[in-house]
Protein backbone atom coordinates (compact mmCIF):
# COMPACT_ATOMS: atom_id res chain seq x y z
CA UNK A 1 0.00 0.00 0.00
CA UNK A 2 2.92 2.42 0.93
CA UNK A 3 4.27 2.13 -2.71
CA UNK A 4 1.09 2.36 -4.06
CA UNK A 5 0.63 5.25 -3.01
CA UNK A 6 3.58 6.53 -3.60
CA UNK A 7 3.55 5.82 -6.73
CA UNK A 8 0.12 7.52 -7.12
CA UNK A 9 1.38 10.59 -5.68
CA UNK A 10 4.32 10.84 -8.16
CA UNK A 11 2.20 9.81 -11.36
CA UNK A 12 3.03 13.06 -13.45
CA UNK A 13 6.91 13.04 -12.46
CA UNK A 14 8.20 10.38 -14.97
CA UNK A 15 11.65 10.55 -13.46
CA UNK A 16 10.42 9.77 -9.86
CA UNK A 17 8.08 7.12 -10.77
CA UNK A 18 10.69 5.75 -12.87
CA UNK A 19 12.79 5.59 -9.80
CA UNK A 20 9.94 4.41 -7.82
CA UNK A 21 9.22 1.55 -10.06
CA UNK A 22 12.37 0.44 -10.27
CA UNK A 23 12.79 0.39 -6.40
CA UNK A 24 9.58 -2.19 -6.42
CA UNK A 25 11.76 -4.37 -8.80
CA UNK A 26 14.23 -4.68 -6.45
CA UNK A 27 12.57 -4.90 -3.55
CA UNK A 28 10.36 -8.05 -5.48
CA UNK A 29 6.90 -6.13 -5.74
CA UNK A 30 5.63 -6.51 -8.56
CA UNK A 31 4.36 -4.02 -10.76
CA UNK A 32 0.85 -5.55 -12.68
CA UNK A 33 0.79 -3.81 -16.41
CA UNK A 34 -2.30 -1.08 -17.21
CA UNK A 35 -5.28 -3.09 -18.29
CA UNK A 36 -8.65 -1.50 -19.32
CA UNK A 37 -10.31 -4.28 -17.37
CA UNK A 38 -8.02 -4.03 -14.22
CA UNK A 39 -6.76 -0.59 -13.50
CA UNK A 40 -8.35 2.35 -12.08
CA UNK A 41 -6.89 5.99 -12.09
CA UNK A 42 -4.03 5.89 -9.33
CA UNK A 43 -2.05 2.66 -8.50
CA UNK A 44 -3.69 0.29 -6.71
CA UNK A 45 -3.06 -2.96 -4.28
CA UNK A 46 -4.49 -6.17 -6.07
CA UNK A 47 -3.55 -9.62 -4.70
CA UNK A 48 -0.45 -8.31 -3.22
CA UNK A 49 0.76 -6.68 -6.40
CA UNK A 50 0.52 -3.15 -7.67
CA UNK A 51 -1.71 -2.27 -10.33
CA UNK A 52 -0.44 0.50 -12.89
CA UNK A 53 -2.91 3.27 -12.57
CA UNK A 54 -4.24 4.83 -15.66
CA UNK A 55 -3.89 8.00 -14.48
CA UNK A 56 -0.23 7.88 -15.06
CA UNK A 57 -0.75 7.60 -19.19
CA UNK A 58 -0.25 10.40 -21.10
CA UNK A 59 -2.87 11.73 -23.33
CA UNK A 60 -5.89 10.41 -21.53
CA UNK A 61 -7.84 13.25 -18.59
CA UNK A 62 -8.33 12.04 -15.48
CA UNK A 63 -12.08 12.37 -16.35
CA UNK A 64 -12.86 9.60 -18.94
CA UNK A 65 -10.29 7.53 -17.04
CA UNK A 66 -12.60 7.72 -13.93
CA UNK A 67 -15.83 7.63 -16.54
CA UNK A 68 -14.17 4.40 -17.63
CA UNK A 69 -14.03 2.99 -14.25
CA UNK A 70 -17.28 3.86 -13.26
CA UNK A 71 -18.53 2.22 -16.28
CA UNK A 72 -16.78 -0.96 -15.99
CA UNK A 73 -17.84 -1.13 -12.32
CA UNK A 74 -21.69 -0.70 -13.28
CA UNK A 75 -22.13 -3.17 -15.90
CA UNK A 76 -18.94 -5.23 -15.91
CA UNK A 77 -15.68 -5.93 -18.09
CA UNK A 78 -15.21 -4.87 -21.01
CA UNK A 79 -15.87 -7.42 -23.91
CA UNK A 80 -13.93 -6.22 -26.81
CA UNK A 81 -13.10 -2.83 -28.00
CA UNK A 82 -15.87 -2.04 -29.99
CA UNK A 83 -17.92 -2.87 -26.58
CA UNK A 84 -15.55 -0.25 -25.16
CA UNK A 85 -16.22 2.37 -27.47
CA UNK A 86 -19.54 1.97 -27.07
CA UNK A 87 -19.97 2.11 -23.33
CA UNK A 88 -17.48 4.75 -22.54
CA UNK A 89 -19.09 7.46 -25.28
CA UNK A 90 -22.12 6.77 -23.69
CA UNK A 91 -21.17 8.39 -20.60
CA UNK A 92 -18.78 10.81 -21.95
CA UNK A 93 -17.04 12.30 -25.18
CA UNK A 94 -14.29 9.90 -25.82
CA UNK A 95 -11.92 11.28 -28.73
CA UNK A 96 -9.62 8.78 -30.98
CA UNK A 97 -6.45 9.61 -29.69
CA UNK A 98 -7.03 8.63 -26.04
CA UNK A 99 -8.21 5.22 -26.92
CA UNK A 100 -5.08 5.50 -29.07
CA UNK A 101 -2.62 6.49 -26.24
CA UNK A 102 -4.53 3.55 -23.95
CA UNK A 103 -3.73 0.61 -26.35
CA UNK A 104 -0.48 1.82 -27.51
CA UNK A 105 0.38 1.32 -23.48
CA UNK A 106 -1.31 -2.12 -23.44
CA UNK A 107 -4.08 -1.66 -21.84
CA UNK A 108 -6.19 -4.09 -24.00
CA UNK A 109 -3.76 -6.75 -23.89
CA UNK A 110 -6.06 -9.14 -21.96
CA UNK A 111 -8.45 -7.97 -25.17
CA UNK A 112 -6.42 -8.19 -27.65
CA UNK A 113 -2.54 -8.32 -27.49
CA UNK A 114 -1.70 -7.16 -31.08
CA UNK A 115 -1.74 -3.14 -30.71
CA UNK A 116 -1.21 -2.81 -34.29
CA UNK A 117 -4.48 -4.34 -34.74
CA UNK A 118 -6.24 -2.57 -32.22
CA UNK A 119 -5.21 0.26 -33.81
CA UNK A 120 -5.97 -0.99 -37.44
CA UNK A 121 -9.55 -1.71 -35.83
CA UNK A 122 -10.16 1.60 -34.00
CA UNK A 123 -11.69 4.16 -36.42
CA UNK A 124 -14.42 1.30 -37.61
CA UNK A 125 -14.93 0.46 -33.52
CA UNK A 126 -15.65 4.20 -32.87
CA UNK A 127 -17.94 4.96 -35.79
CA UNK A 128 -20.36 1.39 -35.31
CA UNK A 129 -20.32 2.66 -31.57
CA UNK A 130 -21.03 6.21 -32.41
CA UNK A 131 -23.79 4.59 -34.97
CA UNK A 132 -25.42 2.36 -32.40
CA UNK A 133 -25.88 5.55 -29.85
CA UNK A 134 -26.96 7.29 -32.37
CA UNK A 135 -29.88 4.88 -33.28
CA UNK A 136 -30.30 3.49 -30.05
CA UNK A 137 -31.04 7.72 -28.81
CA UNK A 138 -33.81 7.81 -32.09
CA UNK A 139 -35.16 4.79 -30.79
CA UNK A 140 -34.66 2.77 -33.54
CA UNK A 141 -33.76 -0.95 -33.33
CA UNK A 142 -31.50 -3.75 -34.46
CA UNK A 143 -32.00 -5.81 -37.28
CA UNK A 144 -33.66 -8.36 -35.17
CA UNK A 145 -36.03 -6.13 -32.83
CA UNK A 146 -33.37 -5.90 -30.31
CA UNK A 147 -32.65 -1.90 -28.78
CA UNK A 148 -29.17 -2.70 -28.53
CA UNK A 149 -28.43 -2.10 -32.55
CA UNK A 150 -25.71 -5.18 -32.14
CA UNK A 151 -26.95 -6.82 -35.14
CA UNK A 152 -26.75 -3.34 -37.54
CA UNK A 153 -23.03 -3.23 -36.08
CA UNK A 154 -20.57 -5.03 -35.68
CA UNK A 155 -16.89 -5.39 -37.30
CA UNK A 156 -15.46 -7.52 -39.34
CA UNK A 157 -12.68 -9.20 -37.51
CA UNK A 158 -11.07 -11.27 -40.44
CA UNK A 159 -10.09 -7.76 -42.16
CA UNK A 160 -7.46 -7.09 -39.61
CA UNK A 161 -6.06 -10.98 -39.95
CA UNK A 162 -3.45 -9.44 -41.98
CA UNK A 163 -2.02 -7.12 -39.42
CA UNK A 164 0.89 -7.66 -37.75
CA UNK A 165 2.06 -6.52 -34.33
CA UNK A 166 4.93 -3.60 -33.57
CA UNK A 167 8.16 -5.11 -32.67
CA UNK A 168 9.28 -4.89 -29.82
CA UNK A 169 11.32 -1.71 -29.98
CA UNK A 170 8.29 -0.20 -31.21
CA UNK A 171 6.24 -1.35 -28.09
CA UNK A 172 8.98 -0.01 -25.67
CA UNK A 173 9.05 3.58 -27.89
CA UNK A 174 5.73 3.61 -27.46
CA UNK A 175 5.52 3.24 -24.11
CA UNK A 176 8.72 5.41 -23.30
CA UNK A 177 7.07 8.32 -24.39
CA UNK A 178 3.25 7.58 -23.20
CA UNK A 179 4.53 6.79 -19.65
CA UNK A 180 7.57 7.63 -19.28
CA UNK A 181 9.19 3.84 -18.61
CA UNK A 182 9.37 0.81 -20.38
CA UNK A 183 6.44 -1.77 -19.22
CA UNK A 184 6.22 -4.76 -21.60
CA UNK A 185 9.99 -4.87 -21.70
CA UNK A 186 13.32 -3.01 -21.18
CA UNK A 187 15.36 -3.03 -24.54
CA UNK A 188 18.37 -3.34 -21.80
CA UNK A 189 17.09 -6.75 -20.78
CA UNK A 190 19.53 -8.64 -22.31
CA UNK A 191 22.37 -6.81 -20.72
CA UNK A 192 20.87 -6.45 -17.29
CA UNK A 193 23.58 -8.49 -15.64
CA UNK A 194 26.77 -7.23 -17.67
CA UNK A 195 25.81 -3.99 -16.80
CA UNK A 196 25.06 -4.95 -12.71
CA UNK A 197 28.88 -5.95 -13.16
CA UNK A 198 29.84 -2.93 -14.99
CA UNK A 199 28.08 0.18 -13.29
CA UNK A 200 29.27 1.41 -10.13
CA UNK A 201 25.67 3.61 -10.01
CA UNK A 202 22.12 3.70 -11.32
CA UNK A 203 19.72 6.29 -12.03
CA UNK A 204 18.09 5.86 -8.59
CA UNK A 205 21.02 6.85 -6.32
CA UNK A 206 24.05 8.41 -7.83
CA UNK A 207 22.67 11.26 -6.37
CA UNK A 208 24.03 9.46 -3.27
CA UNK A 209 27.55 9.40 -4.41
CA UNK A 210 30.25 12.11 -3.09
CA UNK A 211 31.22 15.39 -4.69
CA UNK A 212 33.69 14.83 -7.44
CA UNK A 213 33.63 10.83 -7.04
CA UNK A 214 33.84 9.03 -10.28
CA UNK A 215 31.10 6.02 -11.40
CA UNK A 216 30.48 4.29 -14.73
CA UNK A 217 26.61 4.34 -15.49
CA UNK A 218 25.23 2.36 -18.44
CA UNK A 219 21.79 3.47 -20.31
CA UNK A 220 20.91 4.48 -23.64
CA UNK A 221 21.12 7.24 -25.73
CA UNK A 222 17.90 9.08 -26.38
CA UNK A 223 18.65 12.02 -28.10
CA UNK A 224 21.98 13.96 -29.28
CA UNK A 225 22.10 17.89 -29.50
CA UNK A 226 25.00 19.96 -31.37
CA UNK A 227 25.64 22.63 -29.63
CA UNK A 228 28.48 25.24 -31.61
CA UNK A 229 30.90 27.25 -28.80
CA UNK A 230 32.82 30.21 -28.99
Same mark, same amino acid.
Given at each position: ?? #??? =????? /??????L?? #???????????????? @?????????????????????????????? %?? /? @???????????D????? %??????????????EC??? @??????? %???R??? =?? /????????????L????N?????????????????D?????????????? @? #????????? =? #????H?L???????????????????????D %??C????????????I??
Amino acid at each position: EY #YAA =LLSAN /MDDKDKLAI #YMEDCKRLGVTVLPPD @VNSSGVEFQVEEGKIRFGLGAVKGCGRAII %ET /M @VRTRADAGQFADLLDFC %ERVQEKAAMNKSTVECLIK @VGTFHSI %EPNRAKL =LE /MLPDAMSAAAAQLRDRKNGQAGLFGDDTGIASFSIDMGRYSHVADFKCQE @V #YAMEKDLVG =L #YLSGHPLENLRKSLDRQCSANASNYRDLAND %EMCTIGGIITEIRERITR
